[in-house]
DNA sequence: TGACAAAACGACCGGTCGTGCTATTTTGGC
DNA sequence: GCCAAAATAGCACGACCGGTCGTTTTGTCA
C-alpha cells in the first residue's frame, strides 16, 4: 500500500534530483530543498537519515527513471544494431528532458575524487550503464550486424565519448549544432563498426 | 618587480586550483583555503575581492597553465598530424598531472548551468581551446595529411569527446585502460580523417 | 636607522549549514 | 468517530560560511 508518506517521498526525491542536476549534489542544501517543496527542514529529515543518505537515494531515483527511460523501452524493441542506435537516441533525449543536464554526469564529475559510499553507488550505476551498453553492441555483434572484430567495451566507450561531448556541447558551449555532431559522430562509429 | 605579494599569491593560486579540481569552484571554501595554505581568511582577502573573483582568477591560471604546457610547446614542434597527435599527447598528460584531472572539465560540468561571469569566463576558455584545436586540423588538412572532405570542428568535437571519456573511465570508474582506450579511439579518428 | 607602505593577522559580523529533540497535526484502519 | 501511528512543524545547537574591521608585522628605500 502506497502511504502518504510514500508520496511526499518520491515528490521530495524529484525535486532533489533536479536541483543536484544544477548545483551538484555537495551544493544542494537540506534548507534550500526545504523551501522548494514547501517543506521545513525537520519534516524533510523525517524522510532522510542524513544528507548522504538524501545523496544516495537520488543517485538511486535517478537509476530508477534512466532505466525506465532509456533502457527498459529498448529491450522490448529491436535487437542489434537497432537498439544500440535507439539507446543513443534514448540516452540523448534523457539529457534535453531535464534541467541541469544528465544528472550521472553532472555527479560524476563532481564525486570522481571524493571517496565515500556516494561516490561507490555512483560508479556503480556507471559500471551497470557501461555494462549494459556493451551486452546490447555484444548482441548485435552475435546478430551479424556489428563485425565479429569489434570489441564491445570500446564501443561503448567512445559512444560514452560522445555523449559526454555533447552534454559539454549543449550546456556549456551553448552550442546548437550539439546534437548534429553527436549524430555525424555516432553514424560514423557504427559505420566503421561493421 | 616581483614583490612578495605576487609570489603568495602565486602560491595561493596554485592551492587554489588543486583544491578546486577536487572540490569544485563553488565548494572551495576560504576558510579552507586559508588552513591549506598556512594564511588568515583576511591574509587571502587582501588578495582577492571576492570568491567570485578568486575563482575568475583560478579559472585564469588554469588557462594560462594549460597554454604553457599542453598547447604552445606543440606550436615548436611539427605541423599537422604530428601536432594534432601531439596536442592529444599533452592534453592526457595534463589530465594525469594533476590531482583532481583538469580543472576546466570538473568546472565545466559544475558550471554549466550556473549563468554569471565564471560561466562565461569558463565558456570563453574552452571556446577557444575548441578553436585552437580546430585550427591545428586545418593545418593538417592543409598539409595534405588529412582530406579535405574533414570538418575541423567535427574533428574537435570528437577528439574533446574521446578525452572526456578518458577522464571519466579513469577518474571515476579507475579503469586501468582507459588511455588505451582513448588512445586507440583517437587512432581510428586518425585514421579516418585521412 | 627611521619612515611608510604592503602584507598578514585575529576578532567578529549576520547568515546558513546539517542535524538533533520535542510537540503538534494529519492520516488511515477499526 | 476514536486512536494509534505516521507525518510534519518548531526550535535550538554548534560549526562554518563569505566578508569586514582595526591592528600588527614585515619589507623597502631614503
Known amino acids: 500500500m502506497v502511504t502518504k508518506g510514500d508520496e511526499t517521498r518520491e515528490r521530495i526525491l524529484d525535486r532533489a534530483m533536479a536541483l543536484a542536476a544544477v548545483v551538484g549534489l555537495e551544493g544542494l542544501s537540506i534548507g534550500e530543498l526545504a523551501r522548494e517543496t514547501g517543506m521545513s527542514k525537520s519534516g524533510l529529515f523525517a524522510h532522510f537519515a542524513s544528507k548522504e543518505d538524501l545523496q544516495l537515494k537520488i543517485i538511486e531515483t535517478a537509476r530508477e527513471r534512466f532505466a525506465r527511460d532509456v ?75 556489428f563485425s565479429s572484430d569489434l570489441d564491445p567495451r570500446q564501443f561503448a566507450y567512445e559512444m560514452y565519448g560522445i555523449f559526454l561531448a555533447y552534454h559539454l556541447y549543449h550546456r556549456l558551449l551553448d552550442a546548437e549544432d550539439a546534437a548534429d555532431r553527436a549524430r555525424v559522430a555516432f553514424d560514423r562509429l557504427v559505420s566503421a563498426s561493421r
Chains 1, 2 share one sequence.
Open 71 to 145: 533502457f527498459e523501452p529498448t529491450l522490448r524493441a529491436t535487437r542489434g544494431e537497432g537498439r544500440v542506435r535507439a539507446l543513443f537516441e534514448r540516452w540523448l533525449a534523457w539529457e534535453r528532458g531535464r534541467v541541469g543536464g544528465c544528472p550521472f554526469v553532472e555527479a560524476s564529475y563532481e564525486l570522481d575524487d571524493r571517496p565515500g559510499p556516494v561516490r561507490d553507488a555512483l560508479a556503480a550505476a556507471q559500471g551497470e550503464w557501461v555494462d549494459g551498453l556493451a551486452r546490447a553492441v555484444q548482441i548485435a555483434i552475435d546478430e551479424g550486424h
